[in-house]
């Protein structure tokens, strides 16, 4: 969501709130950007009971591992630039690979 400039802030805290009125149960944050933080913040005001803020990709992937069961579903959203797949990618098993290389 980087792309959408000055929208992108408030359509960051849109989507928290949006993931509150879905049912997520689990929100983490990647990044240190204000916009990833007012998502975390309006999806826990909203009604998310659990929310988590990691630096990196590689934190969260190792967050997720220790806290997935079979049968959970995982959504990501991201800009391009945030890299998520790399999460994806390492926790279906599949080699992580870096922007230029996927």
Not at 14 to 32: K, M
Not at 63 to 69: A, C, G, H, N, P
């Amino acid at each position: 969501m980087l792309e959408l400039g000055d929208d992108s802030l408030e359509a960051h805290r849109e989507i928290g709130r949006y993931a509150a009125e879905q049912g997520v149960e689990i929100l983490l944050g990647v990044g240190n950007s204000p916009n990833v933080k007012q998502l975390v913040l309006h999806a826990g005001a909203a009604g998310v009971p659990n929310l988590a803020l990691v630096a990196d990709n590689e934190t969260a992937a190792d967050f997720l591992e220790k806290i997935l069961v079979p049968g959970d579903k995982v959504l990501m959203k991201a800009s391009r630039g945030g890299m998520l797949w790399q999460i994806a990618q390492r926790l279906t098993g599949q080699p992580v690979t870096g922007l230029g290389d996927h």
